[in-house]
């Protein structure tokens, strides 16, 4: 068979990295209102300097960059979540701690996310 003059189109490894990153994020964005406070213990905090986040950024392709050099989604909240979260601030401005942990224990978020 003669050798032909183009090649078979390779995937661009970066976009490959890219899609792969989007679905590792799809895919926290769902489990993020569950195991926010979990993953916020278990998972070393990364300090952003100019040096880390280049560091990171450097190595898109290597998929195995560290989880902590990485920016944390911010969790997705429900609209049943939302609309409880609005009409309980509507009435205080402010909850004191055991009412705050009433509430996040109440809706399945995290004291922090409550604030």
Not at 56 to 76: E, F, G, I, V
């Amino acid at each position: 068979m003669p050798k032909m003059w183009y090649q078979e189109p390779q995937p661009d490894p970066r976009l490959l990295a890219l899609w792969q990153l989007a679905h590792v994020h799809a895919h926290a964005l769902g489990t993020a209102a569950v195991a926010a406070k979990s993953h916020q213990e278990a998972a070393p905090q990364c300090i952003q300097t100019p040096a880390t986040n280049t560091s990171c950024n450097n190595r898109m392709l290597d998929l195995d960059c560290s989880s902590a050099c990485r920016k944390q989604s911010r969790p997705t909240f429900t609209g049943p979540q939302i609309f409880v979260l609005e009409k309980t601030f509507e009435q205080t401005k402010y909850l004191a701690g055991l009412d705050r942990a009433k509430l996040a224990s109440r809706l399945g978020m995290t004291e922090s996310q409550v604030k």
